[in-house]
């Protein structure tokens, strides 16, 4: 009978919820800094290859509990927040910054074709080293298919940082960290079109543009204390756009589809049609 309750009890602690309660010190540090299979299709809600269950902590465990109450081993952003409803203004330290990797920017935040590129794409070789941003706490070290292996760190000014398509990972979840330190080699996993580091600012799960922070030039911060509101994520409204292509004589699903980047099963969902599907010149087909 104490048999059968101990498998019952484990069972439950192995299908318990991905989302942590702030209620208890940290009971287990199992560690994934090398995952062996990839993750699924894109780059922030797939949570399947961590082999560790999220655990439940102490407001005084982990940083910035205060302001997330969530901690995740497991998603980027779990927090769900929409922040172009943010009415007030964040100030965050930026003091003891140190820049992840010297190189020359490949492609920065904003649109990339069809798609908006959360971060800024820093040029390395494989195998050099990549320091954390700022002193704080690793949340997630696993691979996924578009990062390839990568690191999210909470830090304790209230920011998190993305570290991606890396060919190493050299910290454990839930590992403190310091600003400067080792957390992974240099690499071109994942979607990746050659060496370089993926890095991300993030507030409430919300990516920040580097540059509004770090003059890349030089590898350092352009001010010791950021003024974080509303306007930091109007980008997010020129998102959430949709947009159409008007067809012209010649066009095809095809056509449409290189021209802005987006497979054609997803211009086929977006505009309710089939593969199959003849245009009539003057049509409106959403790409986005």
């Known amino acids: 009978m104490n048999l059968k309750l101990l498998i019952i009890s484990l069972c439950f602690v192995f299908y318990c ?7 208890q010190e940290i009971t287990d540090t199992t560690t994934n800094n090398e995952p062996e299979v990839a993750l699924g299709e894109d780059d922030l809600a797939d ?18 509990a205060g ?13 769900n927040v929409d922040i172009t409803k943010k009415t007030d203004t964040s100030i965050i330290n930026l003091k003891g910054y140190i820049h992840p990797i010297a ?12 798609r908006w590129h959360y971060g800024t794409d820093i040029k390395l070789q494989i195998g050099d080293t990549v320091r954390c941003t700022f002193d704080g706490m690793v949340r997630i070290a696993k691979r996924s298919r578009s990062f390839g292996y990568y690191v999210v760190v909470r830090h304790f000014n209230g920011l998190e940082t993305v570290y991606g398509h890396l060919s190493k990972i050299k910290v454990n979840i839930n590992q403190p960290i310091k600003a400067g330190e080792l957390l992974g080699l240099g690499g071109s996993t994942g979607h990746s079109t050659g060496p370089h580091l993926h890095y991300e600012i993030r ?23 950021l003024y974080l509101c509303q306007k930091q994520f109007t980008y997010v409204d020129e998102i959430r756009r949709v947009r ?5 004589t010649g066009d095809t699903l095809y056509k449409i589809s290189r021209r802005y980047g987006v497979p054609i099963t997803q211009l086929c969902k977006l505009n309710n049609i089939r593969k199959t599907k003849l245009l009539r010149i003057g049509q409106r087909i959403r790409y986005t």
């Open 17 to 23: 919820s991905q989302t942590i309660v702030f209620s």
């Open 47 to 64: 949570s399947t290859l961590n082999t560790s269950v999220d655990m439940t902590f102490s407001e005084n465990a982990v940083p910035a």
């Open 67 to 79: 302001i997330y109450r969530i901690w995740s081993n497991t998603l980027i952003d779990p927090y």
């Open 244 to 248: 159409y292509h008007m067809v012209r």
């Open 203 to 225: 507030y409430l799960g919300n990516p920040i543009n580097p540059n509004d922070i770090v003059d890349f030039n030089c590898n350092r911060l352009k001010t010791d204390t």
């Open 103 to 114: 190189g020359r920017i490949n492609s920065d935040f904003g649109w990339r074709r069809w």
